[in-house]
Every structure is written in structure tokens, then in C-alpha cells.
């Protein structure tokens, strides 16, 4: 079955810079959009970024503005991994962020999605 | 950017009872929502995409309905398991993807 494992939460310095990284098996990770999803501690889901199957260049990747030009999401194939290179952070960017697979490709639904890891942005 | 607003926040049902559940768009979203179901401690899980598809899995206690603005998930007989938060999410303002603020359904 298919799993999402993330990895990389911490605490971090207002300022600094994280990378999570989001492990998946039971598909082929090549031929699927995956996304990244936030959620603020208590709070609603937040979309952050998604990268096309083939994303190997700025046009294959999407941000919301809340994260635009300090967050870069990635994809290595060869280890099945997604990625999301954080920098910049802010106490706003505080949240568990969730890797999730892309429904059928590129349909923008959600699923399923990793346990998530704990973000938190603090001095 | 396209507002979802979800309705009650907060719904307190017994198990058995009809849930009724509505998500609002801001702007016309046509059939591209979908519906969330999340516990405590746990991920989202998927339960309904383009406004009334059950996906892989879901019981069909569960179902969607719904075009343009307004949208309803319907729970026909709850569950001990289905009491949860539930979102909605549009996918119409590619790439803009938005949530719903959520509905809890408490056990009453």
C-alpha cells in the first residue's frame, strides 16, 4: 500500500532554514504530482506547494503565495523522496507539515497523506 | 483567491442521526471540491473529490453533492468512527488551492 513517511521537523530559529523530506513505497513515485499541506497548531489546512511528476525545473512547481521565493519543493526519483527546502522561516510557518501524493497525477486532490512532521519557528 | 466558508462549526449529533454538512465558495468553484474527514492526532483522509465521488475505500454512508457555490457532505447514519473534522477544498483557482475552516461533529 502506499505510504508517506516525513522527516526533518525541529525547532529553528525566526530567520533560519529546514528541510523535510517525505520518503514514499507502494506506487510509482515517477508517474505522480505530490504536494505539501501545512497545518498551524489548533488551526485549518493550508496548501504550500505541489511539483509535477516530472518536475525537474522552476515550471513544473507551484507555491502559495504565503511561500513564495523562501520555500522550494523537490523530487529526487531515484530515492523515491519529495522534498521541501525551507528558509527564511517565520513563527507563522509554525505547523506540521504533511506530504501528500496527488490523487490521480495532477487532479489537485490530496491522498493519501503522511503522518506529518512538526514544524516549529521559535526564539 | 476563492473562500471557502463551512457550516455549523461545530454540529453535535448522536450516533445513527443524519449529519448534514455545507461548505460556500466565494466564487463559482463548478465541481471541483472535494471533502476531508480528520481525527485527532491523524492525517486528512480523502472521502469525497469532484463534488460527489466516493473515493477508494469510503463507506457509502458517505456521500457529496453540489455545483458551483454551494455544496453539501452528507453522513446518512453516523457512525462511532465518523465523528471528526471535516474540510472541504477547491481546486477551481489552480494555483490557488483553498480550504474550508472546518466542521467538527461531536458526539452529543
Known amino acids: 500500500q502506499v505510504q508517506l513517511v516525513e522527516s526533518g521537523g525541529g525547532v529553528v530559529q525566526p530567520g533560519g532554514s529546514l528541510r523535510l523530506s517525505c520518503a514514499a513505497s507502494?506506487?510509482?513515485?515517477?508517474?505522480?504530482?505530490m504536494h505539501w499541506v501545512r497545518q498551524a497548531p489548533g488551526k485549518g489546512l493550508e496548501w504550500v506547494a505541489f511539483i509535477r511528476y516530472d518536475g525537474s525545473d522552476g515550471s513544473n512547481k507551484y507555491y502559495a503565495d504565503s511561500v513564495k521565493g523562501r520555500f522550494t519543493i523537490s523530487r529526487d526519483k531515484s530515492k523515491n523522496t519529495l522534498y521541501l527546502q525551507m528558509n527564511s522561516l517565520r513563527a507563522e510557518d509554525t505547523a506540521v507539515y504533511y506530504c501528500?501524493?496527488?490523487?490521480?497525477?495532477?487532479?489537485?486532490?490530496?491522498?493519501?497523506w503522511g503522518q506529518g512532521t512538526l514544524v516549529t519557528v521559535s526564539s | 483567491e476563492i473562500v471557502l466558508t463551512q457550516s455549523p462549526a461545530t454540529l453535535s449529533l448522536s450516533p445513527g442521526e443524519r449529519a448534514t454538512l455545507s461548505c460556500r465558495a466565494s466564487?463559482?468553484?463548478?465541481?471541483?471540491l472535494a471533502w476531508y474527514q480528520q481525527k485527532p492526532g491523524q492525517a486528512p483522509r480523502l472521502l469525497i473529490y469532484d463534488a460527489s465521488n466516493r473515493a477508494t475505500g469510503i463507506p457509502a454512508r458517505f456521500s457529496g453533492s453540489g455545483s458551483g457555490t454551494d455544496f453539501t457532505l452528507t453522513i446518512s447514519s453516523l457512525e462511532p468512527e465518523d465523528f471528526a473534522v471535516y474540510y472541504c477544498?477547491?481546486?477551481?483557482?489552480?494555483?490557488?488551492?483553498?480550504f474550508g475552516g472546518g466542521t467538527k461533529v461531536e458526539i452529543k
Open positions: 466564487q463559482s468553484v463548478s465541481s471541483f
Open positions: 477544498q477547491q481546486r477551481s483557482n489552480w494555483p490557488s488551492l483553498t
Open positions: 501528500a501524493k496527488d490523487f490521480s497525477g495532477w487532479s489537485n486532490w490530496f491522498d493519501p
Open positions: 507502494g506506487f510509482t513515485f515517477s508517474s505522480y504530482g
